[in-house]
């Protein structure tokens, strides 16, 4: 079902339920039940349709997942999962932005270091290692593989209750 439905008709309820107290003062209580009604149907989508609808997003949720990155996927989810994600191979000649969500989860990104990329990393209560072995838990940070010239490649990346790594080709090699 559209969300645009839902939310129209939890409007118009809203909308009825304040005419007739204010004109008949008949009063319907309408928040307990509209707040259960919109938690079903935020669970039964979730379990319906896990985020991946759009063919520019990837979701791993409740799993474990390998993937290797395209040019047309823009978003990548990990929600209570494991996500491994291969960028190392794009080579975009425009600028490309890339977002990444773990939540609850692991997820481990290799970067190509002879690609010009910038990484903005938010984290909340996480643990966050960037190539240059920075660790971040809480806020925020930057990473550049090459300041000499213009990043290609913009990743921003979201990590609650989470752990995120980002490992470039060089050390994915020494590491196996």
Same mark, same amino acid.
Request: glycine letters at 4%.
């Given at each position: ?6 939310? %129209?008709?939890? $409007?118009?309820?809203? %909308?009825?339920? &304040? ?10 209580? $309408?928040?307990?039940? &509209?707040? %259960?009604?919109? &938690?079903?149907?935020?669970? !039964? ?16 949720? #409740?799993?474990? *997942? ?13 929600? #209570? ?29 290799? $970067? ?17 290692? &960037?190539?240059?072995?920075? !660790?971040? *838990? ?9 300041? *000499?010239?213009?990043?290609?490649? #913009?990743?921003?990346?979201? *990590? ?17």
């Amino acid at each position: 079902m559209n969300p645009s439905i839902i939310w %129209g008709t939890v $409007l118009i309820l809203v %909308g009825l339920s &304040l005419i007739l107290k204010s004109i008949f003062h008949i009063t319907i209580p $309408l928040v307990r039940p &509209l707040f %259960g009604c919109m &938690l079903i149907y935020l669970g !039964l989508s979730i379990m319906m349709d896990p985020f991946n609808k759009s063919p520019d997003k990837a979701s791993t949720i #409740f799993g474990r *997942s390998k993937t290797v990155a395209h040019e047309r996927i823009k978003t990548y989810n990990a929600v #209570f999962a494991c996500n491994s994600i291969d960028l190392s191979q794009l080579d975009p000649q425009e600028p490309m932005h890339i977002t990444i969500n773990t939540v609850f989860g692991a997820t481990r990104v290799a $970067l190509n270091p002879a690609m010009p990329t910038k990484m903005t990393v938010q984290a909340l209560c996480s643990r966050a290692e &960037l190539p240059d072995e920075t !660790l971040v *838990s809480f806020g925020r940070n930057t990473y550049r593989t090459d300041t *000499s010239q213009e990043p290609r490649l #913009f990743i921003h990346v979201n *990590s609650v209750f989470a752990s995120f790594e980002a490992i470039t080709e060089e050390k994915a090699q020494t590491a196996r």
